[in-house]
Nanobody
Framework: QLHLVESGGGWVQPGGSLRLSCEASGFVLDNYAIGWFRQAPGKEREAVLCEDAVDGQTYSPGSLKGRFSFSRDNAKNTVHLQMSTLEPEDTGVYYC????????????????WGQGTQVTVSS
């Protein structure tokens, strides 16, 4: 059974940093595109970053790539989302998700999801 577990969320002041982790079990992350999504209260889930399993590139649908970055620890079957210069608008529940091979910005294209981890940016 495929399983993802996020961790690392919490409260941080504006301008601060957080690193989220997403650990996989039941499958090898190498073969899957991994997307990070977030959902703010009252808003739809939106894509943050995705690393493609085919070309190994990291993609972002907007301007977040300058503050957010993606990394993998294959030995631990874990990926990370490093977030810096956080803003109150970054507040939300952050999810990692997996799908075979290529990235998609559509949440419904992902087969496997973690439970989410809360990130709160406020002073």
């Amino acid at each position: 059974q495929l399983h993802l577990v996020e961790s690392g969320g919490g409260w941080v002041q504006p301008g601060g940093s957080l690193r989220l982790s997403c650990e996989a079990s039941g499958f090898v992350l190498d073969n899957y595109a991994i997307g990070w999504f977030r959902q703010a209260p009252g808003k739809e889930r939106e894509a943050v970053l995705c690393e493609d399993a085919v070309d190994g590139q990291t993609y972002s649908p907007g301007s977040l790539k300058g503050r957010f970055s993606f990394s993998r620890d294959n030995a631990k079957n874990t990926v990370h989302l490093q977030m810096s210069t956080l803003e109150p608008e970054d507040t939300g529940v952050y999810y990692c998700a997996a799908r075979e091979r290529v990235c998609s910005w559509s949440p419904e294209m992902y087969e496997t999801w973690g439970q989410g981890t809360q990130v709160t940016v406020s002073s």
